[in-house]
């Protein structure tokens, strides 16, 4: 190991959400040497951290057999069994364990110190721990002190991993271009240092989190670039499903206010989305109301926009029967300081890209197609969540992929093999960079945002797709060409990622014409 641009462990982690700080302790415990990457200055900014409504857990309620039908029916039945039953078997007992138990999440509990429930779409009983509004930061503040407590892990913040390295592509010695490929490490980027950094490791666990940030409206903090997909997709591992966008019915619409969520647990408690005309409109699109799986609700709104020519409908939570300002102190605090009482007024709110149901491809223990890469959370695709994810899953699905993927590379972690890390060059600038311009940087990112809301959004076509699709392929060689000739910063290697990612997303959803899930064809 060392702090130069070289540097050597046995495991890499990619991304400090859930899934990647679940797998770095759990490699960690088993004995082995970890660096955990986090693009952020903060490890705590994460998709994770921006999580509102809670984790699937144990309830009296409940029952495998209950939650495997509950996560099949949002799934559109297009699940993979096994992943559900793996999911249902183990996951909950996991999260009362793991997180309520060792790493001591704060969730939010009773008089009497019991777990409170509660309840999200789609959820046939009360199954979800939470932690008021904002359990997400809960769980990644206290795993966040427990990895600092655990031996064995490097924590490299400002890091931007830029790609997989492997013998096939990065090798020296061009004999290894014949062999099978396998992952040796991770360039990547230090934006203190401002230079490249070789990071070689025996296995790679890419757990970047999502594309969210590739659409104009979404839920997910600018960091969700599809990061992992592109790496993984580069080298030539398998990705499944991208046509899965999950978009959450409801962010908040304000002048204001990007990407803040208006948690689905107040739907759960009773809130009910109305028109402009202070109609309940969404039992007119599916019986269950308010309460139908997410891509329902997410349609019958942007129907409904249509319609009435409007930007946004209308969240009613003052017909809930609870002390909101207590149960959803953040929701409360941020709408309040927008000059909007949630006890008194309706909250105006849109549907936004979400969650990524697809992914890098993998099993029942995040191995990918590509020795030594494994992916677990929003950037791997293990099948559990079909064509549209439960409430509340996301969370529980990372945690348990993490583990699986720490337990995994302890169980099978290759040698190091020094001659074949002695051929892997460092990290070559252009002589002559180009000079790095922001502008034209926000502005390409803008248009894969606007052209992913309009053409591979809610509601797709074939021929919106086909525009899509034209459009980013001619953007994607403008952006290759400057990625390969300026200097490298974290907002180029995001933009090559996004555009690459968003091919993907559109490639998969021409190539399946039928709807499905959140994959929507008009
Ligand atoms: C929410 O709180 O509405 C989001 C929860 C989730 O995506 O599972």
Known sequence: MSRGVRAQYDVLVVGSGIAGISAAITAAEAGLSVALLSKEADAFDSNTGWAQGGIVGVSPEDSAELLAHD???????????????????????????????????????????????????????????????????????????????????????GHTAIDLITNTHNSADIQERYRRTKVLGVYAHCDSAGCVRTLLARSVIL???????????????????????????????????????????????HRDSRQFLITEALRGEG?????????????????DGELAPRDEVARAIYREMEQENSDYVLLDATVVDIDLKKRFPGIFEHCKALGIDIRSQPIP??????????????????GTSIEGLLAAGETACNGVHGANRLASISLLEGLLWGVRCGRNVA??????????????PDWVEPAEPEEFDPVLVRQDQRTIQSTMWNYAGIIRSRKRLLRALADLDYLSHRIEQFYRSATLTRQIIELRNSVLTASIIVGDAIAHPQSSGCHYVE
């Open 349 to 366: 709110v849109v549907p936004a890209a979400h969650y990524f149901c697809g992914g890098v491809k993998v099993d029942l223990d995040g």
């Open 207 to 253: 757990a970047t989190g999502g594309p969210g940030n590739l659409f104009r409206h979404t839920s997910n903090p600018d960091g969700a670039t599809g990061d992992g997909v592109a790496m993984a997709y580069r080298i030539g591992a398998e990705v499944i499903d991208a046509r899965y966008v999950q978009f959450h019915p409801t962010i908040l619409f």
């Open 71 to 157: 996560i099949r029916y949002a799934g559109a039945g297009a699940n993979f069994a096994d992943a559900v039953n793996l999911v249902v078997s183990e996951g909950p007992q996991l999260v009362h364990d793991f997180l309520a138990g060792r790493v001591a999440v704060p969730f939010s509990r009773d008089k009497s110190g019991a777990l409170e429930l509660t309840r999200e779409a789609a959820h046939s009983v009360r199954r979800i721990y939470y932690a008021k509004d904002s359990t997400g930061a809960a769980i990644q503040r206290a795993l966040l002190t427990y990895l600092a407590k655990t031996a064995g892990v490097t924590l490299l913040t």
């Open 411 to 424: 169980a099978t972690l290759p040698d190091a093999d020094a001659r074949l890390y002695a051929t892997i």
């Open 271 to 287: 809130a009910r989305l109305l028109n402009h005309s202070g109609e309940r409109f969404v039992p007119r699109y599916h019986p």
